[in-house]
């Protein structure tokens, strides 16, 4: 049974402040590239309605030069909290996308200074501003002349294990003027493999005023508890433990404010939420927003009899109808009784989503 000590119920009945902006909850939605668009954060809003949401990470160079918004750039003005997150490495177009990204409704603007992607580090954006910190520390300051939101950071513990830098480079980020740190307790070597460290997180803690966020490897209640209680810090944000599972930040946040358990959610209702997700993508983003759906569907078929015949369909579905009929199909079988796998339901859930990596 997962339990909260005194303290850190005190602190967690607080609102988290990021400079001037309020969040009522300490969880936050993640940015996760090719997931968090407008419909997942939906999903995720309906059960973690005071939760901070970002979007995908937006390329400021390309923002610069196409003078459009992406799709991934859009906001709902009715959905708050929510952070815009950008990439680069060019202080004077990450305040130029800063701006755009305050007219689009952001709450706050995230400068990703996390993503291991070569295609990002090569270009000197992402985890390989860590090796840059005095670009870094130029980047934050523009960006914070540039808007009159908060301007955060988010980023992992180093570039190696020869080189974790997360002390020196937090301190900076903060001395440059970010009004919060969400920290990935793994170096950019690591890429998503090993444990977070979130010993790591626990030091920049000690050292900054500024809140700091916990994140890898929360993929339950127990672990957000957890790593609130070895970290001191401030919130958790929840990555991959939401692929296929956007109720996950909507328990967290349930436990921590009532100190309660939410029953998880059965199969059944999880495959209504992968049908919803699917016909809503697609409403979005057409054809498109169906083939991006397919390996939603495979993340939410687990953990039932028939699962993974319904993940091999599902992977291969050539327009909305299609999947949803197959849907329709494994949730009447379930409802017909078909034995549920009585193995470990979290295991389940977690199989192939963790092999899954930031495009
Ligand atoms: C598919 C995928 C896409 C991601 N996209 C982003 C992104 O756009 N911006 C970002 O800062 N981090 C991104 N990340 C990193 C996560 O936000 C998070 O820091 C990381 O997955 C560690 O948390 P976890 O161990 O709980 O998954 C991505 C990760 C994955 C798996």
């Known amino acids: ?8 119920k005190a602190k967690l009945s607080t609102p988290l402040k990021i400079g001037s902006f309020e969040v009522k909850s300490r969880v ?4 996760l590239s090719g ?3 407008m419909v997942f954060r939906r999903l995720v809003r309906r059960y ?3 939760s901070m949401m970002y979007t995908e990470m937006v390329n400021a160079t390309g923002l610069h030069y196409v003078k459009q918004l992406p799709k991934i750039m859009e906001v709902d003005r009715n959905e708050r909290p929510i952070s815009i997150q950008l990439f680069d490495c060019r202080p004077d177009f990450l305040a130029e996308a800063a701006v755009k990204a305050v007219e689009e409704g952001a709450d706050t603007v995230d400068l990703n200074m996390g993503c291991p992607v070569n295609k990002i580090t090569k270009n000197g954006g992402g985890s ?6 005095e670009v870094a520390e130029a980047i934050v300051r523009e960006v914070v002349k540039a808007v009159d939101v908060p301007v955060t950071v988010k980023t992992r513990i180093g570039w190696s294990d020869k080189e974790i830098t997360i002390l020196d480079f937090a301190k900076r980020m903060q001395d440059a003027g970010a009004q919060m740190i969400t920290v990935h307790g793994r170096t950019r070597a690591q890429g998503y493999n090993g444990n977070a460290r979130w010993e790591w997180i626990a030091r920049v803690k000690e050292i900054l005023s500024i809140p700091v966020i916990g994140n890898g490897d929360i993929f339950s209640v127990e672990a957000a508890v957890k790593c609130l209680e070895q970290t001191g810090a401030d919130g958790v944000m929840c990555s991959r433990g939401t692929l296929g599972y956007p109720f996950l930040a909507g328990e967290i946040d349930y436990f921590l404010k009532t100190g309660e358990e939410l029953p998880a959610p059965t199969p059944i209702q999880r495959l209504e939420c992968a049908r919803e997700h699917l016909q809503a993508l697609y409403e979005y983003k057409g ?3 169906v083939r991006q759906a397919r390996k939603h569907m495979t993340w939410y078929s687990k953990g039932f009899a028939g699962a993974a015949d319904l993940r091999g369909q599902l992977s291969l579905i050539e327009n ?12 009447e079988q379930l409802a017909n009784g078909y034995e549920l796998i009585e193995e470990n339901q979290l295991a389940i859930r977690l199989s192939g989503v963790c092999e899954a990596i930031a495009q």
């Open 287 to 289: 054809d498109r927003g």
């Open 1 to 8: 049974m997962v339990t909260l000590s005194p303290d850190l």
């Open 320 to 331: 909305v109808q299609q999947g949803v009929d197959l849907i329709d199909r494994a949730i």
């Open 28 to 31: 936050l939605q993640s940015p």
């Open 128 to 133: 390989s501003l860590l090796r840059q910190p």
């Open 48 to 50: 973690a309605p005071e």
């Open 35 to 37: 997931v968090t668009d």
